[in-house]
C-alpha cells in the first residue's frame, strides 16, 4: 500500500511540477480582514468625524464623534464607545491626540477601526465646553454625560453604550451609571480611585485642600501638563507626546476646574460599587501612583456584577492611553467590550 502511494505520489509531481506543489502547501490561509488598528499612525481617510453640541441648562458641552464612514439612512447602529476625560486636559488631547512621527494615539481612531461608533465630551470648564464659575466636580460631570447622552441616542437611535473613563473621568463613569444603569452597557473603569487607600499622589495633593476649597479653578501649565507623563515612573511615555499635548491644551488656557482634585483629596468615596451594576472591567498601570491595588481590589470585590475583570497592565503608569504600551490596553478593552453574550 505504501510503495502504491509512493508511485501516485511521484507521478503528481511530475505532471505539476514540484514547485509549484510546494508553493501551494506552503501558501497560508486566507487572512482574516477584521478591521485592525496599528501602533504607526497612518491613513486616517476611512474615519468620519463630526463635532455636535450638547445643553446642560444654559452651558453648551463640546462633543466630538468618529467611526468608519458617515452614517447612512437604515444602517444598522453601531456598538457606541463613550470616552470620559479625567482632570487636567480636554476630551480630545486624552482620546484623540494625532502627534507626527510618533505613532497611533488616537483612541477614537483606534476604536473606530474595530467598529465602534466613538464618542466624547468636554465636560464644563474644559475644552471647547462653556466656562462658569463652577469648578466642574463629579457631580456636575454626571450632569453632562446625562446631557450628551441624549444626543448620542438622537444621532445614532442607541439606546444603552458602552463608557470608558480615565482617572477622575473614571469617576464620572462610574458614577453616571450608578444614575442611569438603564444607559449603561459594559463600563471600562482606567486609573479611577475608590477610597484613596494608600495613593502618594492624592496624599501629595492633598497638601493644596484650602486652596481647592477656595478656588473653582487651579493653575495648568505647560510643566504641569508635561509631568504628568514623568509623574509616576520615567520612562513610560514618548516626551514628543508630551509636548504637543501641552501645545494643543494650552489654547484653552492655562487655568482648568479644581471640583475633581478637591473630589479625589476630601470626598472619597464617591462610588457606591455595590450600585454599579453594569458589566466593570478595572484597568491600572503597573506604575500608577493614584490607582493602587489595594483600593480596586476593594472596589472590585464589591461590584455585584460576576461579569467583571481586574487588569495590572505592565510598563505603564496613570495614562494607560497614552504609554509606550497603550497596544495592551487596545487589547483588553477591545476583547472586555466584545465579550460573547453569556447564555443563560
Not at 514547485?19 to 486566507?30: C, D, E, I, N, V
Not at 445614532?156 to 442611569?180: C, E, N
Amino acid at each position: 500500500m505504501a510503495a502504491k502511494l509512493s508511485i501516485i505520489r511521484r507521478r503528481l509531481l511530475q505532471g505539476i511540477g514540484a514547485g509549484w506543489l510546494a508553493q501551494f502547501l506552503a501558501t497560508p490561509a486566507k487572512a482574516d480582514c477584521t478591521p485592525r488598528a496599528s501602533a504607526a499612525a497612518g491613513d486616517t481617510s476611512d474615519i468620519w468625524s463630526n463635532e455636535y453640541w450638547a445643553k446642560k441648562g444654559e452651558v453648551a458641552l463640546y462633543m466630538f464623534r468618529k467611526r468608519l464612514g458617515a452614517p447612512k439612512p437604515d444602517e444598522p447602529p453601531r456598538p457606541v464607545l463613550f470616552l470620559v476625560h479625567g482632570s487636567s486636559n480636554s476630551a480630545r488631547t486624552s482620546f484623540d491626540m494625532t502627534v507626527p512621527g510618533v505613532g497611533e494615539y488616537s483612541l477614537m481612531n483606534v476604536f473606530a477601526r474595530y467598529g465602534f461608533d466613538v464618542w466624547t465630551m468636554d465636560h464644563e470648564g474644559y475644552g471647547r465646553s462653556s466656562r462658569t464659575s463652577g469648578n466642574s466636580d463629579i457631580a456636575s460631570g454626571v450632569e453632562d454625560l446625562k446631557a450628551g447622552v441624549q444626543v448620542v441616542m438622537r444621532e445614532t437611535g442607541v439606546q444603552k453604550m458602552h463608557f470608558s473613563g480615565a482617572s477622575s473621568g473614571a469617576l464620572r463613569a462610574a458614577a453616571y451609571a450608578m444614575a442611569q444603569p438603564e444607559r449603561c452597557d459594559r463600563l471600562i473603569l482606567c486609573a479611577m480611585t475608590y477610597k484613596g487607600t494608600g495613593a502618594p499622589t492624592l496624599s501629595n495633593r492633598a497638601e493644596q485642600i484650602e486652596y481647592y476649597r477656595k478656588n473653582n479653578t487651579r493653575p495648568r501649565g505647560r510643566i504641569d501638563i508635561e509631568k504628568l507623563f514623568t509623574r509616576d515612573k520615567q520612562g513610560v511615555a514618548d516626551p514628543r507626546l508630551a509636548k504637543a499635548r501641552a501645545d494643543r491644551d494650552l489654547a484653552f488656557g492655562d487655568r482648568v476646574p479644581s471640583g475633581t482634585y478637591l473630589d479625589m483629596v476630601a470626598n472619597l468615596p464617591l462610588v457606591d460599587p455595590k450600585k454599579v451594576i453594569s458589566p466593570v472591567l478595572l484597568v491600572r498601570g503597573e506604575f500608577d501612583g493614584i490607582a493602587t491595588v489595594e483600593d480596586l481590589t476593594d472596589f472590585y470585590n464589591q461590584l455585584p456584577n460576576g461579569d467583571r475583570q481586574m487588569i495590572i497592565l505592565p510598563g505603564i503608569a496613570h495614562s494607560v492611553q497614552l504609554a509606550y504600551n497603550r497596544e495592551q490596553f487596545w487589547h483588553v478593552a477591545r476583547t472586555f467590550l466584545t465579550m460573547p453574550p453569556r447564555i443563560v
